[in-house]
């Protein structure tokens, strides 16, 4: 009963505060226009105590509110917290699992004030193989001094803060000489270039590193113990935060697909009444009814601390894939129509109904946060306890 009578509370929050029209009013926004709606939706959340739900009690919530809570979200159709993604799952995550005291109480209140952070992992010959890179530090006095380049890094270029691993040991094991810092973006010889992308967008972006200084106060667990803590941080991009994207996925992401098949076409014709397509998407909502189970009971295993060392990659493999082939074919279904919608609402995810533009976009999710062929590997090494591969193969 405790449970119903919260999904009532979120929903009557819902009707109260999602902005009416927002997909239209973000669509085309300008740079500013997106980072003041951000922030404005990011505060709208906090003040209700829904911003964080994820995070340990005294600013979260228990995991059954935190299913109702991203339920309701996603079948009202909320903005998604874009800008903010970074800081409240991965930097909150590494600063619970690995950051001083001082650190979490600097950094943990700033995030819930609209502090925004970047992950500075991926390198050009180091994106998916995330031990191989190269970025190299030395130790100055009270100072790290860090010089290389990073890539693929989201929103690079409104962040204050970066999660930087870089190389400290260059002779030690390629896991064992790398550190984990947290970096302030307005240090002097930080330059970021956003990348445009195949969709028109720019959030990825490249970050040079010359010569910027880090003090070692900065430096987040153990020197050349960096590996083990970005663990936490990839952890919390495979697991919980699925949950919240499965929920958008089954209500958003479908129900623009089912509108799309119920348009007639010039002749009246609709592509639901073909029996194939009808059949495709009874599979497809079979296979979004499993990743929700799936995403649900990570949560829930999480909070007892039974979740099995693949099941997180399980779940990430599962969401990226079922996006991919939703998206096609949506793309599909859309027709020659659909490949003159070229824009998209920049507080949205990767389920719009811009099916060319989601199509394309949904690469992104087989690739970061380790590739689907990552994925794959640590379900057979860690999950099923097949042989690890030869070393070099």
């Keep these: ?197 195949a969709t028109g967008e720019s959030h990825f972006c490249e970050i040079f590193l010359d010569e910027v200084r880090i003090p070692a106060a900065n430096l987040i667990g153990a020197e050349n113990r960096g590996w083990q803590l970005a663990q936490q941080t990839l952890g919390a991009e495979r697991g919980l935060t699925m949950l919240e994207l499965a929920e958008r996925l089954g209500h958003a992401g479908f129900g623009w697909l089912v509108r799309e098949c119920r348009k007639p076409d010039a002749f009246g014709r609709r592509p639901v009444d073909d029996g194939y397509i009808a059949d495709r998407l009874a599979r497809l909502e079979v296979e979004l009814t499993g990743l929700r189970a799936l995403c649900r009971d990570l949560v829930e295993r999480h909070d007892t601390g039974t979740v099995g060392p693949a099941d997180a990659s399980v779940v990430k493999l599962y969401y990226s894939e079922l996006l991919q082939r939703m998206t096609d074919f949506g793309a599909e279904i859309c027709g020659l129509p659909g490949q003159t919608v070229l824009r998209k609402p920049m507080s949205g995810g990767w389920e719009s ?13 087989t690739v970061p946060g380790g590739s689907s062929e990552i994925q794959r590997t640590i379900i057979g090494e860690r999950g099923l306890g097949l042989p690890r591969e030869p070393a070099g193969t």
Aim: charged share 20%; aromatic share 12%; proline share 5%.
């Design 1 to 197: 009963m405790i449970f119903a009578e919260f999904r009532d509370t979120v929903r009557q929050w819902c009707r109260a505060n999602i902005p009416a029209e927002w997909r239209t009013a973000q669509t085309g926004a300008t740079a500013a226009e997106f980072v003041a709606f951000q922030r404005e939706w990011f505060q709208r959340l906090r003040a209700a105590g829904y911003a964080v739900p994820h995070w340990p009690r005294e600013y979260g919530m228990p995991i059954p509110e935190q299913i109702v809570l991203y339920q309701e979200l996603a079948a009202h159709d909320a903005p998604r917290l874009v800008l903010a993604f970074v800081a409240i799952h991965h930097a909150a995550a590494t600063l619970l699992a690995g950051g001083t005291a001082e650190q979490r109480r600097r950094h943990l209140s700033a995030i819930l004030d609209g502090e925004l952070w970047v992950q500075g992992f991926s390198e050009p010959g180091a994106g998916s193989d995330l031990a191989a890179l190269r970025t190299a530090v030395r130790r100055d006095g009270d100072d790290y001094v860090v010089t290389g380049q990073k890539v693929w890094a989201s929103g690079a270029q409104y962040a204050d803060w970066c999660l930087l691993l870089a190389r400290t040991d260059p002779v030690a094991p390629r896991r064992h000489g790398i550190s984990y810092f947290l970096m302030d973006m307005r240090t002097p010889g930080i330059v970021v270039r956003p990348i445009r992308q």
């Design 353 to 365: 109904g811009a099916w060319v533009l989601d199509f394309v976009g949904s690469w992104e999710w």
